[in-house]
């Protein structure tokens, strides 16, 4: 499956604000606000709110889950850094796709809907909320958003479930099926109010079939080639060589030593480098050669920075 | 054998090598497909949950049985969701004639499709009322779900569930034929499980998408559907891989689209369900006329049928009244996520026997609506190419096309 495949924007909506503040936090080692059962500074699904962002496209309908409020926002802003018009996509809707990590799935319209057929003594469950039960609520309200009509997938999976979805988009893109693929996570883990007190995160990457990103005259991003998603042993007799070349374009160029520090930081799934802690030793060991190619071609490196809740946060510095 | 494809290249072919299911109908694939044939419904009043407040106390329900339990217990299993998936898949790798041993020396990958699984009720085998409690947490954690099943059977490779609600079995073996055909994978375990709760029945029953009597697909009392739950696996494998095996039929094609249109409600015009299913023709290199059944999506809902109808119309014109089509969700429920799956088992084995099950519940097809339904008893047919339609919740579209493995793919190269 050979194909390039480039990445030519990025949307993220965090606790730590959108792109460009999340990288300025992450440098200067700020903490995102976390819900808890005291601190209601971040209430179930008003990250939008917070962020004090008014989308037109948030009006889309009377009720919105908040990984949809979130995801429609972040595709919003992969495509306008990857300068894609709206008239683009609407010209030809089928070769643009979607395709979205959720691994718990809209739980603010869910612990909404328990309240309220408790407070119905559990005769009567909302329509409106229980239409916005499903898994795949992001991915599909932000595609009535944008109006793109290609494939529109939500998957969940294991601890690698990062590098997983840039395969599977990657599938996409290659055997045809769409020449921009926008994927992601918009996740918020609130299951039981106060059980488990997680922020909400949508991050999309916006990734093209490089001949059709040159052909539109797009400025030239990461280039994504092979990915090798399988259990060591298996992987042994073939190279191992995912080469994932980070952006163009980094906010701000952060020091070793500033992101180091940023252990501390509370980053958690949906963070837009997380991989599988079962690659670090990859990692450490040089065998992802992205670290080597990233340094010779854009004078960074990408390291490990945490490891939370089985998942790890790459960080990016100067080499 | 592989594959010419438009661009000349040779690619694998992903024969299908294994069926499980669990089902209203049974708890295997013969018990299905005897019954579906048979004209048998596995449609019964509901027992696991309370029924107060619904509008249908009808389902495909399945009553687990001493054995299925004990099944259960032997694997430490405590959930629903869990228990029916490993009884498919179980199933479907002793067809195939994998053991684990064996199986873990190849390149495995597990793809499988759910719409909201457990997601709202407790994790349990078979309380199934709503969490009547604060504070209380639901079983919704598919990452962990997928963890499950990936362990047990020793899954080397990528293991994902997808939940593109009622479409997710048929993309989840969308997904697995691609990983076969352009990444590698020797064998793919694919297709979808779901369960039924109180919580699911009271939202259909709250946007009406729940009939008040039976399921009746493409007649002119077609007033909605009713659910079911279960699973649905195929071994999908590597031609070269299972070349020494019996196998069912080659998984030739696989479209997936988006209608882009409303939450709930299809796009009438039925253009992303002509685009999902000309892509998965495309794909699988035949043209409208080589296919000889369509197993329909067939929900009875007044909406997705016309749609259908309009999208089948478009893409086949006059072909539409020949081919012979049905719908087995009658017979066992819609099984949500699980949907595509079953119907994918249906439609392969209606393929290797030449037999479109009967869609029950259907006096007269709606004239309004005019397709080759197969009702009454189950019909011979020739069947080279054979269809699978999908349409989910948030406008998720998904169509798969299995053939014969003898069959020749058309191409004008």
Known sequence: MNCDILLTGIGLLSPLGGKESFFRALGEGAEAPCRTAGNASLPPGGLTELLGIKSPKLQLARYLDPLAKNAIVALEEAMGDAGIAPQAVAQDPYSFGILLAATRGPGATRDRAYEQLRARQGKLLSSTLFSNFGYNVAAATAAMAHGIKGPNLTVAGRSNLSLLLLRRARQLLATGRAHTVFTGFSESLANGEAARPVPEWSCIFCLERAERARQRGAGAGALLTEIELESPELAQPRPCAPALRLPRALPQPLSLAVLAEAETLELDLGDPLGIGPEYLPLLQAGRIKATERLREETGYVAFPVSARHGLALLGVAPA | ?413
Not at chain 2, 336 to 363: C, Y
């Open chain 2, 1 to 413: 054998m592989g594959e010419a494809s438009g661009r000349g290249v040779c690619l694998p072919r992903v024969l299908v090598t294994g069926l499980g299911s669990v089902s209203a109908l049974g708890e295997n694939t013969a018990q299905l497909w005897d019954g579906l044939l048979a004209g048998r419904s596995g449609i019964k009043p509901l027992a696991n949950f309370r029924r107060e407040h619904l509008r249908n106390v009808l389902a495909g329900e399945i009553r687990l049985s001493a054995a299925q339990r004990e099944y259960a217990e032997r694997h430490r299993l405590d959930s629903r969701i869990a228990l029916f998936a490993r009884l498919a898949i179980d199933e479907a790798l002793t067809d195939a004639g994998w053991t684990l041993v064996y199986l873990q020396k190849k390149k495995v990958g597990l793809v499988l499709g759910t719409s909201l699984g457990m997601s709202l009720v407790e994790k349990s085998i078979d309380q199934l009322d709503e969490c009547a409690g604060e504070q209380v947490e639901t079983y919704d954690d598919f990452a962990g779900l997928v963890e499950e099943l990936a362990e047990a059977y020793r899954v080397s490779g990528e293991a994902l569930v997808v939940t593109t609600a009622c479409a997710a079995g048929t993309n989840a073996i969308g997904i697995a034929k691609d990983m076969i055909r352009h990444e590698g994978y020797e064998v793919v375990l694919c297709g979808g499980v779901d369960t039924l709760d109180r919580m699911k029945y009271l939202g259909h029953s709250a946007l009406n998408t729940l009939t008040p009597t039976l399921i009746r697909p493409f007649t002119p009392e077609r007033d909605g559907t009713l659910f079911g739950e279960g699973a649905g696996i195929l071994v999908l494998e590597r031609e070269s891989l299972a070349q020494e095996l019996p196998t069912y039929a080659a998984c030739a094609g696989a479209g997936y689209s988006c209608d882009a249109h409303h939450i709930t409600g299809p796009d009438p015009s039925g253009a992303g369900a002509v685009k999902v299913m000309g892509q998965a023709l495309g794909d699988a290199g035949i043209r409208p006329q080589d296919v000889g059944h369509i197993n329909l999506h067939g929900s009875g809902t007044p909406l997705n049928d016309a749609m259908e109808y309009a999208a089948i119309r478009e893409l086949f014109g006059s072909a539409a009244e020949r081919i012979p089509v049905s719908s087995i969700k009658p017979a066992i429920g819609h099984v949500m996520g699980a949907a595509g799956a079953l119907e994918a088992v249906a439609t392969v084995l209606s393929l290797r026997d030449q037999r479109v099950p009967p869609t029950l519940n259907v006096a007269a097809p709606d004239p309004e609506l005019p397709l080759n339904l197969v009702c009454g008893e189950a019909r011979m047919a020739a069947i080279e190419h054979a269809l699978s339609n999908s349409f989910g919740f948030g406008g998720c579209n998904g169509s798969v096309v299995f053939s014969r493995v003898n069959a020749e793919p058309w191409t004008d190269l």
